[in-house]
């Protein structure tokens, strides 16, 4: 069966909140963006007022026909007619339209013809994974621009570039960042885990996550395999707020588990804080990550990695000497007893 053009139309911008109030009598309550429903508190509907997700039955659509195929077991054809007979009555209200703001073009930055600047920034100055560097630039989700400064790249679930937040790589005078202009929030700077984690680690800002990742890639459980952090989810939010997050979720359903790993300062507690009472109403479980005790002073993840790589090294220091010195004294020893014996 077919339906015009104007039906399909009417069906695609119905109200879910007004349908499940005529259908279910159900009631909902604004909650920050959202919409939570009274009797099903697992129930939360977008500010669109036509994406839902059901956390409690692991399930999630867009729009009244999504709710009648996926809730009610309805086929297309069967829910499009009940729909459409509903109208010939009383008229369901139409969805909210949430209209985006008018953005400037978006347009990454010139690339370099090579991304030494980069490495070096990254890798020396920031203490970050080789390796992670290497993989991230042939990725081309960090690179190099014209004016030197490190670029690293938001991209969709389609791998079209969306953001892009800046970094200069110098390293004397006036340290700049910022985003490229056109940059939607929505799509923050991520590396995705190649083997399905449920769970995202989440983090303000993209030098935060390398670290993470290269925190990773130094436990005992890495192994010395240089690929260990690929086995993460890892997303910056450019800042405390959650937009990123938020389209982050609803692009994967799969996610159950956000691990909040924030700067250590009142900006990033609070945010944290917001996060978690904000995504466990969507029946995630949110986790909101301190630092160890022995580096409470670090502000970030590369804090972290540095402080951390900087005790490693004081600890090889001091083995070292421990040997040298019992070296030297073997040494010592030795010629002692050749005098002696002479």
Known sequence: MKFTDSQKEYVANISIIDYLARS??????????????????????????????????DIKGSGVLAWKQKIEGLTYVEAMNELLNENNSSSYKTAFEVKEPERKPFELPNKNDDNKRVFAYLVKTRMIDRNIVHDCVKQG???????????????????????????????????????????????????????????????????????????RNMSAKARNNPNYYKKFNVLALGGTTDVALSKYVIDRPQIKHIVLMLDNDDAGREGAVKIKSKYEQFGLTCTIKTMPDAYSECKDQNDLLKAFKESLNQSHNQKTAISHAQTTSQVVSSEQKSTYSR
Request: a negative charge.
């Open 24 to 57: 279910e009598g159900f009631t909902f309550k604004r909650v920050g963006q959202y919409y939570r429903c009274n009797e099903h508190d697992s129930l939360m509907v977008f500010p669109d007022e036509k994406g839902w997700a059901w956390n409690s039955q």
């Open 141 to 215: 989700i960090i690179y190099e621009d014209n004016r030197h400064n490190v670029v690293a790249v938001g991209f969709d679930k389609d791998g079209n570039p969306k953001s892009a937040d800046l970094r200069s790589s110098s390293t004397h005078g006036k340290k700049f960042r910022g985003c490229v202009t056109g940059s939607e929030k929505s799509y923050g700077f991520r590396l995705d885990s190649n083997c399905d984690s449920n769970t995202v680690f989440v983090f303000e800002a993209f030098i935060d996550a390398l670290s993470f990742c290269s925190l």
